[in-house]
């Protein structure tokens, strides 16, 4: 048996790691069970651990014991396993470094451009530049970089690492992230001759326009750049530069214009001349490291051209991304290039960006025209109007071959309308999908090609979306809103290990909560905190602060992690509790269990619904959700009691369980009086179902109103954003897979595969397409996919259930998971009245396969075949 897909801390091979004592993990290949493991680590050739032959399974969360470690250090580490016969097999290695662990590590100087700042002025990128000689053979070098901006950096000609616009996204109110890279192979030697480091600085989420509304300034008006390069020669000699006042600088270059956004304005004709000094700036926040997968450049596109009935000329890549755009033309000099790109085409087959743009004031605005943007009278706004985002590429070509990339701006688009007088060909264009390195883990495919495009079009979502922050959407808003990421992790954990990332955004989330509890809808802030603080209290949203660690938690077995954002989830706990109680006192006094209800502050509500059940609004008020929010306090009470009880926190616990109880009571006095609820709002039934506020006959009858519902509507979705998740496990779990295989395969709009019959390459933000073409969340649905038809659960530690459910018109289903303990499979096929299901478990795992007619077989790792004549929908059984 040996060790296989080594990381440490969920990483493979972390350079500038941030934890001091981190955990390893490994799979198991080759036997049947680990009995014993033996770690031997360490540092400069020197053990700094050796764990000896431990007696155990275990394979993850296994922390480091051994001497303690510094910044900078590099530990080699290897793992020897014992299988079920006790006999060793080969050691299996890999290696961490640490980065920059403690404040007095930083010696380098905050640095900045030396232009003047002015109000509604936008500044061409800083460039920044030194040179320094090395003075005999270098051992290794390493650069450690942030800024407050979005940066670059080259050393000799050579792009710094696979890093896209770094530092990435944080509050930079409270976290600043720092990158680490090896340059040793960089560097010029001592006959080549002195090295050329240079930087470029862009104004990103720090300066940049940010959000729905595109405010720019929001973190600061003045952009800065730290960055330290560490050499340490062979013989032990050690050598800084760090940034300072004497870097040279410039703002002349080609860019002259990036915003993330808006896009990028270039003249090729320009070059920086550095004839400048950089300015020392103001320090700011010492930088951690993010403990994360970087956001890097992906797949690449080359698209067809399309003539537009209009004339003009579209480029179609082929797949809506989120990225860059780059082009490679032979031109003279001043001839032009413009971009615009976009998602969609019109109905008339126009291209548009008027699906996610909004207007916004020329210049900074304030508070006041936030108010009336969020109003949408932003017709009382004073002066001219612009639109956001723009997503526009502007380039002013050089004689000869000009070569373009998009570096400091990032779109969502398939298409993009080109106005240029330059002769060009489409293959001289491409586009690059741009995404945090998450590999991917999960693998689909059944008998009918459309839902199998459909699982493609939520991976393709989530790709667009999961940069650094998990956002809603790659245009209009591009935020970390915390319902989307509450609703689709368990479907984003099949799809890719998120493992480090999610923990990163549980730190942004946790930075981001007020002393009261409540946190905000959107993580990391981004301005327009009108909005999204106002609704950050809204159950779905706020409730990521527990579902999400708690998902995480079940499915990788990770208890450090919420024992380290316990004080989080309890803080949010408590906030609910606070706020309990009808709004109205009349309501309060005639309610035996109003202690219970919860419906106080903004509630967004089911959100997205299918038009004809959208709730009507009324300007400047919120219709009161007291069903919605009262089930999400039974339903976050219940995990949040589970969590308290797991960490010991028994009277929490008891607090915990008294609220979801009495929430339970509270919601079945309100909604559940009558014994059921005679609705055809498809999202009213399945709320109660899906989050345990009905039993016995009740929930009988909800699931037989609930079909009922279904049915009425040729079996289309009527769901919204919080029950779209629920809606085909809630149907199954009630006995009637048939109905759910139905809505999964129906193509009549509203349904998912509506969206693939109508040439969707990613998910819809809203069932009529009205909206933004990028938006994961519908997508959820997708982990049914995994759970049910393939029927691929993790069940616990080392533990699967495997429980495949055919049906539909479905001949056939396979679906891979690696999980945290090893890639686990299953298929089944239907051949002439049989069914044929395959198995295979991972080594050191065990699972409990339950076939479809409810027999039920205890395994090991291996491979195992199962036959048996095929069911009946009538015959399925029900899957509590």
Avoid at 566 to 584: C, L, Q, S, V, W
Wanted: proline share 5%; with cysteine.
């Amino acid at each position: 048996m040996r060790a296989v897909r080594l990381r440490t801390e969920y990483l493979d091979r972390p350079l500038g790691l941030g934890i001091a004592r981190p955990r390893l993990f490994w799979n198991c290949e080759g036997g049947l069970t680990q009995t014993a493991y033996r770690i031997h680590a360490t540092r400069d050739g020197a053990t700094v651990w050796d764990s000896g032959k431990v007696a155990s399974s275990r394979m993850a969360h296994i922390a480091y014991e051994g001497a303690e470690l510094t910044s900078r250090d590099r530990v080699e580490w290897s793992v020897t396993l014992w299988d079920e016969t006790d006999a060793p097999g080969e050691p299996a290695s890999t290696w961490f470094e640490l980065g920059l662990l403690d404040a007095a590590d930083w010696t380098a100087t905050w640095i900045a451009g030396d232009a003047k700042l002015k109000k509604h002025a936008r500044l061409p990128i800083d460039c920044f530049r030194t040179g320094f000689r090395t003075r005999g053979p270098v051992a290794r070098a390493r650069l450690y970089a942030t800024a407050c901006g979005v940066y670059d950096a080259h050393l000799n000609g050579q792009r710094v690492g696979e890093f896209r616009l770094a530092p990435g996204s944080t509050d930079y109110r409270t976290r600043l992230h720092y990158q680490t890279y090896d340059v040793t192979d960089l560097l010029a030697t001592e006959e080549q001759g002195s090295n050329r480091l240079e930087f470029r600085l862009a104004d990103g989420w720090y300066r940049g326009s940010v959000g729905a509304y595109g405010p720019t300034n929001v973190f600061g008006r003045q952009t800065k750049l730290l960055a330290q390069l560490e050499i340490t020669y062979a013989d032990g000699r050690r050598e800084v530069v760090n940034s300072d006042g004497s870097f040279a600088w410039s703002n002349d270059g080609p860019l002259r214009f990036a915003d993330l956004q808006d896009g990028e304005i270039i003249d090729a004709n320009l070059a920086p001349t550095y004839g400048g000094r950089a300015r020392v700036a103001k320090p700011e926040l010492v930088p951690t490291a993010s403990d994360n997968v970087e956001p890097r450049e992906q797949e690449v596109f080359t698209p067809t051209l399309v003539t537009t009935p209009s004339g003009a000329r579209v480029l179609d890549f082929r797949q809506n991304i989120a990225g860059f755009v780059g082009f490679t033309v032979t031109a003279e000099r001043g001839q032009r290039l413009k971009l615009r790109l976009g998602e969609i085409l019109d109905d008339a087959g126009e291209f548009t960006q008027a699906n996610f743009q909004l207007d916004k004031p020329v210049g900074e605005f304030g508070r006041a025209s936030e108010l009336l943007l969020l109003s949408k009278k932003q017709h009382l706004i004073r002066g001219e109007l612009q639109s956001t985002p723009k997503q526009e590429i502007d380039f002013t070509c050089a004689d000869g071959v000009n070569r373009y990339q998009t570096e400091f701006a990032v779109f969502g688009f398939r298409y993009a309308l080109i106005e240029t007088d330059v002769a060009f060909e489409a293959s001289d264009f491409r586009a690059i999908a741009v995404y945090s390195d998450m590999e991917q883990t999960g693998e689909f495919a059944c008998s009918n090609p459309a839902v199998n495009r459909f699982l493609e079009n939520t991976r393709w979502s989530m790709k667009g979306n999961f940069l650094d922050v998990p956002t809603d959407c790659p245009t209009r808003e591009r935020l970390g809103w915390t319902g989307d990421a509450q609703v689709f992790f368990d479907t984003a954990a099949s799809l890719m290990d998120v493992a480090s990332f999610t923990r990163k955004w549980l730190r942004d989330l946790a930075d981001n909560q007020a002393k009261s509890g409540k946190v905000s809808a959107v993580v990391p802030y981004n301005g327009v905190a009108m909005m999204y603080d106002a609704t950050g209290g809204s159950v779905g949203w706020a409730d990521a602060a527990v579902l999400v660690p708690y998902r995480f938690w079940k499915r990788y077995g990770d208890a450090q992690l919420i024992r380290d954002f316990y004080p989080m989830m309890r803080a949010y706990g408590n906030f609910m509790i606070e706020h309990t109680g009808h709004k109205d006192r009349t309501a309060a006094r005639a309610n035996p269990y109003n202690r219970y209800v919860y419906e106080k502050g903004l509630q967004l509500g089911e959100w997205l619904e299918p038009a004809e059940f959208l709730d009507p609004v009324t300007a400047g008020s919120q219709p009161s959700r007291p069903e919605e929010a009262t089930a999400y306090l039974h339903y976050t009470m219940t995990h949040l009691a589970e969590i308290a009880a797991a960490l010991g926190e028994a009277s929490d616990a008891a607090l915990f369980t008294e609220y979801a109880d009495g929430a339970k009571q509270a919601y079945a006095h309100l909604f559940l009086a009558e014994g059921t609820i005679d609705t055809d709002r498809q999202a009213k039934l399945v709320r109660p179902l899906a989050l345990g506020l009905a039993d016995g006959e009740v929930r009988q009858r909800l699931e037989a109103r609930l079909v009922q519902a279904v049915e009425s509507r040729g079996y289309t979705i009527g769901t919204g954003f919080l029950s779209t998740p629920f809606v085909l496990p809630v149907l199954t779990e009630a006995g009637r897979a048939d109905v759910a295989y139905r809505m999964l395969e129906n193509t009549q709009a509203p349904s998912w595969l509506a969206e693939v019959e109508a040439g969707a390459t990613t998910v819809w933000e809203d069932w009529e397409g009205r909206e933004s073409h990028n938006h994961y969340s519908p997508g959820s649905v997708c982990q049914w996919l995994f759970d049910t038809v393939a029927g691929i659960r993790v069940a616990g530690e080392r533990r699967f259930t495997i429980a495949p459910m055919p049906g539909g018109t479905l001949t056939h289903a396979s679906a891979t998971y690696a999980s945290i303990s090893g890639e686990v499979r299953s298929s089944w096929a239907l051949t002439e009245g049989d069914l044929r299901v395959t198995v295979t478990v991972p080594s050191n795992t065990t699972a409990e396969i339950v076939l479809p007619d409810g027999e039920r077989h205890e395994v090991g790792a291996g491979t195992f075949e199962f036959s048996q004549p095929r069911l009946t929908p009538s015959t399925s059984p029900a899957r509590r």
